[in-house]
């Protein structure tokens, strides 16, 4: 049969997560390795790294290039980091699988934690999540632009650009940097949404496709990013909006937890709401209950509002 083809961006993190894919297909199938061809598509989000994502187009700058190829037939499935997904995709493109979470702190590289960070510190990060956590927790930082892959910002900060800066764990377990950073408990950083999932996007009346890949989801990761992704989608948030979540299922229950803030960090609400895994009422009602509390410094950044 012709090679299955796997898109994927070109960065490192990018090809390890594509390759978990192409090694899941061939265990779980019982194919031979080169049955699985890797295609690498370049994305505008790759080439343009000296500004904000929000200046430029937002998160379709992760997924228009490959959701072109998928469409157009020249791969049969794209791989993406989850958090990287807009909330709202094309009716033609389905989420085939999601494969089991990695863990979904950040890690602070430079000090061993937030508050050991100098008077007045500068951190990189293009992440309005981030900036806005930080603030929240330190008024007295200084926040910078670090845009780029994992090598890219870690060069930066050894070149002095900032005093330190914040990274997925996730991503760094998966490149095998498993002594880079401090942990960051979600009690004091709640992580982006979806942030340590991958996910395997096919064409939605891709049947064979799909049925291929459908093996390869973990039920649990499925439910909580699914939750969390529907938690985005009733706010109205894009990639502007600092928006926590995270759902995690222990037993029979989901517990999500989420929090907004205002961009300067000056302002946030948190809660998190209980319900039995898949409950479709859950991320909406705890997304409009919070909507409801914020101030308009935070509301205004949501168009569920």
Do not use: Y
């Not at 293009?126 to 890219?152: E, M, Y």
């Not at 990761?221 to 299922?249: H, K, M, N, Y």
């Amino acid at each position: 049969m012709p090679a299955f083809r796997i898109g994927t961006r070109g960065s490192p993190l990018a090809l390890i997560q594509a390759n978990m894919v192409r090694d899941a297909l061939v265990a779980t199938h019982g194919w031979e390795a080169d049955a699985v061809e890797i295609v690498i598509v370049r994305t505008t989000g790759d080439r343009v790294q000296d500004r904000a994502l929000a200046e430029i187009g937002g998160k379709a700058l992760w997924t228009k290039e490959l959701d072109r190829a998928l469409l157009a037939g020249e791969i049969d499935c794209a791989v993406h980091s989850m958090k990287d997904v807009e909330t709202i995709r094309p009716a033609a493109i389905a989420i085939a699988a999601i494969l089991e979470r990695e863990t979904t702190c950040d890690r602070i590289i430079g000090a061993e934690s937030v508050a050991a960070l100098r008077e007045g510190a500068v951190v990189g990060t293009s992440s309005p999540r981030r900036s806005a956590q930080l603030r929240k927790l330190r008024p007295d930082l200084t926040i910078v632009l670090f845009r780029g892959n994992v090598d890219t910002r870690l060069a930066k900060l050894a070149a002095g650009e900032a005093d330190a800066t914040l990274l997925a764990a996730a991503g760094l377990v998966r490149l095998g940097r498993h002594d880079v950073g401090t942990t960051i408990p979600p009690e004091e950083l709640l992580p982006a949404p979806a942030q340590g999932a991958v996910g395997v996007e096919a064409r939605a009346d891709d049947e064979r496709t799909r049925s291929l890949l459908a093996p390869l989801n973990h039920r649990d990761t499925d439910i909580c990013v699914r939750t969390e992704r529907a938690f985005l989608a009733e706010l109205g948030a894009d990639c502007q909006s600092p928006v926590a979540a995270l759902a995690t299922i222990a037993g029979p229950s989901l517990l999500l937890r989420a929090e907004l803030l205002a961009i300067d960090g000056s302002a946030h609400v948190a809660g998190n709401a209980a319900a039995a895994p898949g409950d479709p009422d859950i991320a909406p009602s705890l997304a409009r209950d919070l909507l409801a509390e914020a101030p308009e410094s935070i509301r205004s950044l949501f168009a569920g509002a």
